[in-house]
């Protein structure tokens, strides 16, 4: 609703240049909003680790006394709650943040300022879920807040009234995030890039930014309903009033399921990237691993009962639910045959990137399988509320999505910074993590079969389970270790500073096309694909016809003509200074030639207006007359000001 | 705008669907039955419906370069917008009045709770258009940045349309539900 002439005064002149705070504050680039969200969520990942340290300490021995049971409730709904939602989701959005408009070669996203606001606004929501362990009410209800644990009557602290609140405020940055990757990928393409030339990672971020769009409403809805339960004493989850817990279960798992899935996909697509890089070939079964992605993404819908099978639905209901659960094996399964196809006779080459996408697609099989082991509701009866599920989910999320994060963190990091991180500490950290991520969460396996129930503090000295459980401590510390390894990677490298060029490791995607970093305006000339993995074929012609030359059914199969325009010296780019313009600096191309959106502080003003908003109903409602200044002046100041200030006229 | 709509979908959607799951739920009364005014919602559900053709009018005119019939349509926007919310408002009194309030039973939760975002959705509608419709006075909102108006229009059609399925679900499917079975046992 912008009319571009009405004028909203403002306080602040508009932020403008590349350093200072206000720089970053007023920020709409998509890499430095991409960086912002890497730095926040590594943060809180650290937040999230050490309360899962605390836990394994805990339970290191039988009978311990180191935390009490009310803390630890505590620390394992923090601990879910910030992994999911203050560290997988925001890493992933860092990374769609970073490439999604670097790999389908446009200047930024649809929606910049948007996009900055979906930033701030998350920061606001993380601060105020973690605000709880400074107030002394730490949500204790677990990640999922099963009512009736978590209504008024059994849980009367502000714990969960803090998980609400800040969860709804996540709500708002995803779905605004969510909105606008889908309208950047579906609208701002580079010229030629059909929907089928997209990069894999591309399309899982489609795929995710869908389910964000659809799944995160109902948990918006969940909060909203427990939230009256709480505060205003309505009845949806009392059965007093007519109410029902079980509905609770079913709007959270409607939500909860797509959301694992919105976990595992960017996860997906960054392995999807990687390993036809370091083998050297194209994805095996392009269509196949898009299809299947896509089918995920739908079917992830039809199976959320599964978290349920012990609720007492009915044989009709659990049987319906196991057999789309173990449908939705099918798809996956085809992910990680491709994976492996890709891989076969590939020129391999084991670096730390490539080292944590095979880990990924092995511990994403192991964690897989145990999941089919619970579709079906009969061992699910046995399996439910163990160890055996905190084994399967871990080896998915941490086994899978972590992992999967980690190799897009090695792969992606020359692209970021300009310089390599280091391969001798890289392989450290991940042997590291991978040992003791294998040594803490395999033998939950054995003691969840066993019957060791998740969520309880500590357990009798005669069940056996003392030293497995010894045994997943200390590769708690261990996988901890290796992510201190990783932080002194970090620092060190940063010191040696080893140079990279724009395309360290011989890549297929637009993102090597342009320098590493990318300048503000990401390409000088926005490129033109003809191919899947246009940059590749682009500096290898010679291989077009190797891989695109006998399949006229492909549809990236570029017509004759297209084939020889492609082989024609004019139309292949150099890598540096060439068509893709990799050395231009940006006095050379700066703003006065190319359109990039100015900064803006507004999206800032907005989120303050809303975190105030979230504060008040944490204290008092009064204090939503203290928010409602801000969120009407970044709203109002938002929607008169241009995107672009008039340039001024240059003497 | 249409992806905002979709998500906006299934969020009336839980709620709706929550209605659907617990009605005749309610261990007492008032039942709807006892309470819902049909001919009176059905004139403020014409109201709002009516003003969707004010809202298709006002973006043709502007689309016209007609300025004043324009800002008029969308003014009438406005009005029957607020019109709805008057009446949803008198609606919410007399309830109460009847002692039917968000926690007297589970009819009560789900009615107040999905009518009410509902009515923030119409609320926030109607503030939207107040401010389209100073800016097309002011000659701000003109043919060539009609896109402004055609988004708003969107989101106005598609909380019009979201009523048609909350008036159908509460107040037509639902007009002659009573106590459930056994109900009376409990309060003997």
Redesign the interface.
Known sequence: ??????TFPRLFPRPKGYAGIWSWIGTVDHKRIGTLYGVTAFIWFLVGGIEALLMRIQLAKAENTFVDPETFNQLFTMHGTTMVFLVIMPLSAAFFNWLIPLQIGARDVAFPRLNAMSFWVFLAGSLIINASWITGNAPNGGWFGYAPYSGVTFNPGMGMTYWIVGLNILGVAS?AA??NF??TILNMRAPGMSMFKMPVFTWMTLVTSILL??????L???G??LQ?DRV?????FNS?????PV?WQH?FW?FGHPEVYILILPAMGIVSEVLPTFSRKPLFGYPFVVFAGVVIGFMGWFVWSHHMFTVGLGPAANSAFAISTMLIGVPTGIKIFNWIGTMWRGNIRLNTAMLFSISFVAMFTIGGLSGVMHAAPTADAQQQDTYFVVAHFHYVLVGGSLLGIFSGIYYWWPKFTGWYLNEKLGIANWALMFIGFNLQFAPLHWVGLDGMPRRIYTYAENMGWEGTNLAASIGGFILGFGVLVFMVNVLVSRMQRKVAPADPWDGRTLEWATSSPPPPHDFDEIPQVEYRDDFWFKKYPETIAEYYGHGDDDPAVPSGAQLDEAVDEESVPVISGGAYGAEATESEHGHGKIHLPDQSYYPFILSIGLAIFGIAFLTDGLVLFAGAPFFIWGLLGWSMEPVNDPEPETP | MWTFLGSDVMFFGAFIATYLVYRGRSLNGPYPSEILNIPVTSVSTFVLLMSSLAMVLGLYYLREGQKNKATLWILVVVLLGSVFMGFQFVEFREFAHEGLTPRTNIFGTTFFILTGIHGAHVTIGVIWMAFLAYSSHRGKLRADNSLDLEIAGLYWHFVDIVWIVIFTVIYLISANDGPPPGAELLHG
């Open positions: 609703m912008t009319t571009t002439s009405l779905i969510g909105l889908i309208v769009v659809l799944a995160m409403p109902i918006a809805v969940a909203i309903q009256t205003y004493g309505t009845n949806f007093l009033g007519g109410g029902d509905m709007i409607l």
